[in-house]
């Protein structure tokens, strides 16, 4: 049987069941419905926020909250290539310019030191990745943000759960954008969700992921549809109830990867983040030195019927769609380029035995 980089966590069959069958009674599906109220407050609990508006996936989202920040076209907005490609795209969807900074070598968010020589009178916001379940200097970021007046929006696709200082990563920035993919610690299957402590965001983003109508006779913005249905905010609200032993289980395999790999020539792990209570999302592991290349790595898993992944790669500033950008092309974010070609992430999921870490394990060492 295949081991897959990652599987997604699901209740069990008749606990899912009966959260939906009120649907049949019901006949409501989708707009708002009973699931998607009751998600949006347990999620708001848990994340310790505000405010939580949900929407269908989690690109739409982060389109969405860039779009009701209203940024002049043209506008330049701070990010980093060291990401999934639906980040940028958001960005540049609303007509607004990419400007990419490099990552740092540690944790490979956004490296803080190299934003402000990239601020221009164009600049009007910062896109920060929480990347691998690590998270970004918000500190420093939040700091930079006030002295230049910008704003900031989280993709924090990556960082659901995680706490830095006991504060949940729902809460920096103006906003924060959570992906509930198939393939995330938490999932509604597909989903998305942003945060906020604005409350004036809550009916912005409300009416621009229903067509941009306020009332059903009052069209306020050029919009399209982006709400979570009903089966979504069911299986939301069953993974929600066991999130926290979820990321526990996740915990369990990502010591035993940091135990067989951590003392290893060329072989890289990401170190424990100070102050950060992490989700484990991801397990990345940079080859840099070491006796096979991450893409032998690969091909090695891979015949072992172990599907690891190169994640991040390629790097975003080498898509031929940003080509013209002034700051496009890899060699100019060169720690981003480094990472991108030595990184590889391997197999984690809540149900990844531990026999199963030592096979990936000796597979790598042997």
């Given at each position: 049987m295949s081991i897959n980089v990652t599987r997604s966590s699901m209740p069990n069959y008749e606990e899912y069941c009966e959260e939906i069958k009120e649907l049949w009674d019901s006949r409501w599906l989708t707009n708002n419905g009973a699931k998607h109220k009751q998600l949006e407050?347990?999620?708001?609990?848990?994340?310790?926020?505000?405010?939580?508006?949900?929407?269908?996936?989690?690109?739409?989202?982060?389109?969405?909250?860039?779009?009701?920040?209203?940024?002049?076209?043209?506008?330049?907005?701070?990010?980093?290539?060291?990401?999934?490609?639906?980040?940028?795209?958001?960005?540049?969807?609303?007509?607004?310019?990419?400007?990419?900074?490099?990552?740092?070598?540690?944790d490979y968010t956004i490296d803080v030191t190299k934003i402000e020589s990239l601020i221009t009178d164009k600049t009007v916001a910062i896109v920060p990745?929480?990347?691998?379940?690590?998270?970004?200097?918000?500190?420093?970021?939040?700091?930079?943000?006030?002295?230049?007046?910008?704003?900031?929006?989280?993709?924090?696709?990556?960082?659901?759960?995680?706490?830095?200082?006991?504060?949940?990563?729902?809460?920096?920035?103006?906003?924060?954008?959570?992906?509930?993919?198939?393939?995330?610690?938490?999932?509604?299957?597909?989903?998305?969700?942003?945060?906020?402590?604005?409350?004036?965001?809550?009916?912005?983003?409300?009416?621009?992921?229903?067509?941009?109508?306020?009332t059903p006779e009052e069209g306020i913005y050029v919009s399209g549809n982006a709400k979570m249905n009903e089966f979504q905010a069911a299986m939301g609200i069953c993974n929600l109830r066991h999130i926290d032993e979820e990321i526990a289980?996740?915990?369990?395999?990502?010591?035993?990867?940091?135990?067989?790999?951590?003392?290893?020539?060329?072989?890289i792990l990401c170190p424990i983040q100070e102050n950060v209570e992490t989700n484990y999302a991801y397990f990345p592991v940079v080859f840099d030195g070491y006796k096979y290349t991450r893409d032998e790595i690969f091909e090695k898993l891979k015949a072992n019927d172990i599907i690891a992944r190169k994640y991040f790669y390629p790097l975003i500033n080498g898509f031929e769609c940003y080509k013209n950008l002034e700051t496009a092309g890899e060699e100019k974010t060169p720690v981003a380029k480094h990472i991108a070609n030595r990184v590889l992430t391997l197999p984690l999921y809540a149900d990844l035995t531990i026999e199963d870490v030592d096979k990936i394990c000796d597979i790598i060492l042997n």
């Open positions: 407050a347990d999620l708001k609990k848990y994340l310790n926020t505000k405010g939580v508006t949900l929407f269908t996936n989690g690109h739409l989202a982060l389109e969405i909250v860039i779009e009701a920040m209203n940024f002049p076209k043209g506008s330049e907005v701070i990010t980093t290539p060291f990401t999934f490609a639906s980040t940028t795209h958001a960005i540049a969807r609303n007509g607004l310019v990419p400007v990419f900074c490099d990552i740092n070598p540690i990745v929480h990347v691998y379940g690590n998270m970004c200097d918000v500190e420093m970021i939040d700091a930079i943000a006030k002295k230049h007046n910008l704003k900031v929006i989280y993709d924090s696709a990556h960082a659901f759960g995680v706490k830095y200082k006991g504060v949940s990563s729902a809460n920096f920035g103006d906003a924060s954008m959570f992906s509930f993919h198939a393939t995330k610690v938490f999932n509604t299957i597909e989903g998305g969700a942003v945060t906020y402590n604005d409350s004036s965001l809550e009916v912005v983003l409300t009416d621009m992921k229903n067509f941009g109508l306020h289980k996740r915990g369990r395999a990502v010591a035993r990867y940091r135990e067989r790999l951590g003392n290893t020539n060329g072989i």
